[in-house]
């Protein structure tokens, strides 16, 4: 027998593990990120407003930042879509950044428009009362818990398949919406006053509506919190005009809003996002009002045939 030893057969390299990477969505995160960088800013220029500022033209440009951080929020999920970059990062990420911009940012602006020492909305004729700070300061900060609350909910039951047609609730941008409009139209009121030559009724209107936003908008920001976190169905706007055939409706509607900005230009946008806040609820209580009134009716002429 042969002592020689034979050599051992070389060990077979092992396999390398393969890393996949997850694909960064750049566009759709830097579409989300510029919707934040428009709700600090919206907040950062509404703070210069102070007692010497009475004209309000820092909250004017908030609220633009505001409506821009809307048309940012937009582009981000449409361009995931399109991408095929839709993900959970990207979800968590844009509600960090709408509890920016639409939960914070527009609390602030309301608060500054309306705090009695700022007297931005003062005219010939003053308001029945004031509110105290701290209410205003409590209405600003449960309008922003409730946006918050609102984006969370939004975050745990919408599903990946679902067709966004209908939101439960009010949507944040649309509460946003309805308080930063109210800057932009009462530039417009305060424009009627200064100006001459202006339609008879359009001044002695602005002085009295003026006033009264100084009532009513701490009301109406109170009254959009409340309808973020209810459970009131409220139609997809942007799907609905993107997908699908226009029905009457909406086109009825696309004309009474052309027409509303052609005649009260800039007072158009607080009348538009009202209405669009505000029907829905009514709509919902005349829907339930109406079927408690038909049941009632129903249910003795059924009594007396059993």
């Known amino acids: 027998m042969s002592d020689a030893t034979t050599d051992p057969e070389p060990l077979a390299p092992r396999p390398r593990r393969i890393r996949h990477r997850k694909v960064f969505a750049v566009l759709p995160t830097l579409?989300?990120?510029c919707n934040a960088a428009c709700g600090f800013g919206a907040i950062s220029i509404a703070a210069k407003v102070g007692p010497d500022h009475f004209q309000g033209v820092e909250l004017i440009t908030a609220a633009y930042l505001i409506f821009l951080a809307m048309l940012f929020d937009m582009l981000d999920g449409s361009a995931a879509r399109l991408t095929n970059q839709t993900s959970d990062f990207g979800a968590q990420l844009d509600s960090l950044c709408d509890a920016i911009?639409?939960?914070?940012?527009?609390?602030?602006?309301?608060?500054?428009?309306?705090?009695?020492?700022?007297?931005l909305m003062d005219t010939i004729l003053t308001a029945p009362f004031n509110y105290h700070p701290r209410i205003l300061w409590a209405?600003?900060?449960?309008?922003m818990v409730c946006a918050i609350l609102r984006l969370a909910r939004f975050n745990v039951e919408t599903e990946e398949e679902d067709s966004h047609s209908f939101f439960s609730g009010l949507p944040s941008p649309a509460a946003a919406g309805v308080v930063a409009s109210f800057p932009i139209g009462v530039?417009?009121?305060?424009?009627?006053?200064?100006a001459e030559g202006t339609v008879s009724w359009a001044q002695p209107a602005a002085e009295y509506v003026l006033p009264g936003l100084v009532i009513l908008l701490p009301l109406i920001t109170l009254a959009a919190a409340m309808l973020m976190v209810s459970r009131i169905r409220y139609a997809h706007v942007f799907n609905q005009m993107i997908r699908g055939r226009r029905s009457r409706k909406q086109i009825l509607q696309i004309v009474f809003a052309m027409v509303l900005v052609f005649v009260v230009r800039e007072m158009a946008l607080p009348v538009l996002f009202c209405v669009f806040a505000f029907s829905s609820p009514l709509r919902a209580f005349g829907e339930r009002y109406y079927m408690k009134l038909k049941k009632s009716k129903t249910t003795p002429s059924?009594?007396?045939?059993?």
């Open 101 to 119: 911009s639409f939960g914070v940012a527009p609390a602030f602006i309301m608060l500054q428009l309306v705090h009695p020492d700022h007297h």
């Open 31 to 33: 579409l989300t990120l």
């Open 139 to 143: 209405i600003a900060v449960l309008f």
């Open 187 to 194: 530039k417009e009121l305060k424009e009627q006053l200064s």
């Open 302 to 306: 059924e009594t007396k045939a059993a």
